[in-house]
């Protein structure tokens, strides 16, 4: 089998940080509650960056990582939610900024689980399609942008920043599995503009109305505790799924980066795996969640803190709106 490797990655996080304390102001919590029930301390916001941008600075510096120039890459991929224009993609945007000239760019929206799903579809292309050798994995997100800052519940939860990687034809392992459950797309959700014109019957239209009722304009709806729930199952599920597809167990993987939605959740999944806590990286406590954003950042800083060493089984796993979940696994 034609597989993949990592050879390069980059981060980007705008320099405004919001601690704890910052959101007492605005809302009724506590630096109490947000540490015990969700392991965050701290996370970077947008300061008007778009996601655009973000996204081509983490890719420029994962080219850079790479050592590998724009006229390399073949494919770009962007595994943002949280783009800025509704066309063209923001992949294009990224592609055009990094003066990345002989390449066809994709967005892909699947939520925090995007980058698994990106370098799923890499992998993919890299083994069918002779004219596809480097691949360029974007994930920027500007996802506070959907947040309600009169939710408590959710506001505390989300930051901005990018993760890139690019990703190289190599005689290396790459297995992955990938799931999605439609019927829970009500669980997580953000609305766009709703459609209407000059002409529309606004009686007829309003059968099509409030699909999902919860949840004010675009903000972000969630429900918290059936999404916990999910992960908690399906984090695990992914794991195994990818392991077995690799002829091993979760236990053989030296280490596990999974999606940073919840320090708890992610504790609940070590113990569902039967695993240490010590085999998953974890950066909550600095970021927050930045949906698709999280596992490439948290890939750059074991790259960049020397913690992957060739031959290391790494396993990735990520869940979230849609509902998605997936893993894959493959050696460093
Ligand atoms: N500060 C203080 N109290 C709070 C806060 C807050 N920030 N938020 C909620 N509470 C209160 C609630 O109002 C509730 O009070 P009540 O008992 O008086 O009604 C109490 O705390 C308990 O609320 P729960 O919702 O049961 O709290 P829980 O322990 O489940 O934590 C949380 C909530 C953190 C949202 C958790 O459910 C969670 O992490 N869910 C999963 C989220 C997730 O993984 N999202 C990822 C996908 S994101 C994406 O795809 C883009």
């Not at 943002?80 to 990224?94: E, H, K, L, M, R």
């Not at 970021?287 to 948290?298: D, L, R």
């Amino acid at each position: 089998m034609k597989g993949i490797k990592i050879i390069g990655t980059g981060m980007y996080v705008p320099e405004t940080v919001a601690a704890n304390e910052d959101y007492m102001k605005i809302v009724d919590t506590s630096d109490e509650w947000i540490t015990q029930r969700t392991g965050i301390k701290t996370r970077h916001l947008s300061d008007g960056e778009p996601s655009w941008y973000m996204g081509a600075e983490a890719g420029r510096m994962a080219m850079e990582n790479a050592g590998v120039s724009p006229d390399d890459i073949d494919l770009v991929l962007c595994t943002s939610v949280t783009g800025d224009y509704y066309t063209p993609a923001t992949a294009n945007i990224v592609q055009g900024k990094l003066g990345i000239e002989h390449a066809f760019s994709i967005d892909i929206n699947c939520a925090c689980a995007g980058f698994v799903y990106a370098l799923d579809m890499a992998r993919r292309y890299i083994a069918t399609e002779d004219d596809v050798n480097t691949v360029l994995i974007v994930s920027p997100e500007n996802i506070t942008k959907l947040v309600d800052y009169t939710d408590r519940s959710t506001c505390v939860l989300f930051g901005d920043g990018a993760g890139a990687a690019v990703i190289t034809a190599a005689d290396a392992p790459f297995y992955s599995y990938l799931m999605a459950n439609g019927y829970g797309a009500d669980k997580i959700y953000a609305q766009s503009i709703r459609p209407g014109n000059a002409f529309t019957n606004r009686e007829k239209a309003e059968r099509f109305q409030e699909l999902f009722p919860q949840g004010n304009e675009h903000y972000m709806y969630m429900a918290g505790n059936e999404v916990y729930k999910f992960a908690t199952t399906k984090m695990p599920e992914a794991l195994q799924k990818a392991c077995e597809k690799a002829g091993f167990t979760p236990g053989d993987l030296d280490i596990i980066i999974p999606h940073q939605a919840n320090y708890r959740i992610i504790q609940t999944a070590a113990k569902n795996l039967g695993l240490p806590l010590e085999k998953f990286y974890l950066n909550i406590e600095r970021y927050g969640n930045i949906s698709s954003a999280c596992i490439p950042i948290c890939l750059h800083e074991l790259r960049g803190q020397n913690r992957l060493k060739p031959g290391d089984k790494v396993g990735l796993v990520g869940f979230g709106a849609g509902l998605v979940f997936g893993a894959a696994v493959f050696e460093y």
